[in-house]
């Protein structure tokens, strides 16, 4: 039996049986993981009634599991995020967080940038920080780390470098292009302004911990956040089930 320690957050839990449930984590050492918690529902005093989504926690597994679902053995809270369960409009963005990397990571596939990622969202969300603006942050950060980073320089068609006004974004092909070839190829998209890409490209370059410091006007919000929806759903094949929860809080 090998017993494995880690940290990780829970992004998913599940009833499995009247005693036991099955947690997704993304940890530290495995990315995504599913684990069995035996005894969770049944035990209040046990360590693992404790465990609540968007828990993050030290995590003792047995790295042995039938289809790759961990026995979970040990959990120690390092962090809650319990103030969020206060205030459902942040609750939800958590929760949609979370949700996109369940749904959008391959299962123990490692990107410890990912979990930092997260964590740094939850921190910013708990502190009182826009909502919307770490959400959409969050997207387009996951997106390229994923290797789904928007093409946000050059035309798709023509590969001229895009700066006028008035740009198109096409959702299926993940990037942006300009009036000119719109007009030739009959192209029919979403615009874009030049506001909306210059804070997805900052929102991608800039340093984690300073990505507070980026401006963002209601007009390009709104433009953003649909533009960002659609590209998720046209990856997904379907549209993230906690969306629409985001989309009543707004
Ligand atoms: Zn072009």
């Known amino acids: 039996m090998s017993l494995e320690r880690t940290t990780g957050l829970i992004l998913k839990s599940i009833k499995y049986s009247d005693t036991d449930r099955i ?3 993304y940890t530290h050492k495995y990315g995504k993981i599913q684990c069995i918690a035996k ?5 209040k005093s046990n360590f693992l009634s404790n465990i609540d989504l968007l828990t993050y926690a030290e995590l003792v597994i047995v790295k042995k599991g039938i289809k790759n679902i961990y026995p979970l053995r040990e959990a120690v809270i390092i ?3 319990h103030r969020l369960y206060e205030d459902p409009p942040r609750l939800y963005a958590a929760f949609y967080m979370a949700e996109l990397i369940q749904e959008l990571t391959p299962a123990e596939d490692k990107k410890p940038e990912i979990l930092s990622l997260i964590l740094r969202q939850l921190d ?3 502190k009182g920080e826009d909502r919307e603006k770490l959400t959409l942050i969050f997207e387009v950060r996951l997106l390229s780390l994923l290797g789904y980073q928007p093409q946000l320089e050059k035309c798709l068609f023509c590969l001229a470098p895009v700066e006028s006004s008035k740009m198109g974004f096409i959702p299926s092909m993940g990037g942006i292009v300009c009036q000119s ?20 490209r900052q929102a ?3 340093p984690l911990n300073k990505t507070d410091r980026l ?3 209601s007009s390009n919000r709104k433009e953003l956040l649909s533009l960002l929806h659609a590209f998720i759903t046209y990856h997904l094949c379907r549209e993230i089930r906690s969306y629409r929860f985001i989309q009543l809080n707004c």
């Open 23 to 25: 947690i997704t984590c």
């Open 39 to 43: 005894r969770a529902r049944r035990q």
């Open 79 to 81: 962090q809650s995020y």
């Open 124 to 126: 910013m969300l708990q």
């Open 181 to 200: 070839c719109c007009q030739k190829k009959h192209i029919s998209c979403p615009s874009i302004s030049l506001g909306s890409l210059n804070f997805l």
């Open 204 to 206: 991608i370059k800039f």
């Open 215 to 217: 401006c963002l006007t």
